[in-house]
């Protein structure tokens, strides 16, 4: 029984200890890799959203610029890792039909991207192309619920990918 006693207070004090050890902000990110370029990501989507790959790289450059120790670097070939991506996707479909009208109540917004993230300075790949998804729903017919739900998919996609970028998994 002393003995369980014991253990209790050097558990508490062990978490106390490595409590805050871990952390995304700069997670494992090669320490060769302190500059970053992220060109314009291509748009394949057919969006007809003419702004939503600019809006999404530079909420990109701003998450990466913020929590991490990353700078970003506009010329690609100065950079020592180039983070580069295509938005593949864009769709905004009906997600809940009314029982009554057989129209949409809600749509569903979907947005996926695929990005690689590339070391300019031992070559090959930090992490491979990958596909992030975000999608929200909003009511239908609503223009700034629609704008809105686009927001909430580019900001999941560019908390994902830049996990992605900083924990190296």
Known sequence: ?????????????TLLV????????????????TTVAVPLFTDRSASGT????VDF?????????SR????????RYRADAVLEGTMVSFTDEPSQL??????ARTNRVTIIVEAVFLDNVNGGQLFPRTSFTGFADYTAGSFSAQQDAIETSV???????FNRMVSIW
């Open 155 to 161: 900001e999941q996609i560019s908390e994902d990918i």
């Open 98 to 103: 009314s029982s009554q009208t057989e129209r």
């Open 18 to 33: 490595t409590h805050g050890c871990y952390s995304f902000t700069g997670g494992s990110v090669p320490d060769h890799i």
């Open 68 to 75: 991490s120790r990353l700078r970003i670097e506009p010329d």
């Open 1 to 13: 029984m002393t003995r369980k006693l014991l253990l209790l207070p050097m558990l508490c004090l």
């Open 57 to 65: 790289t530079r909420q990109l450059t701003r998450r990466i610029e």
């Open 50 to 53: 003419a702004q939503l790959t």
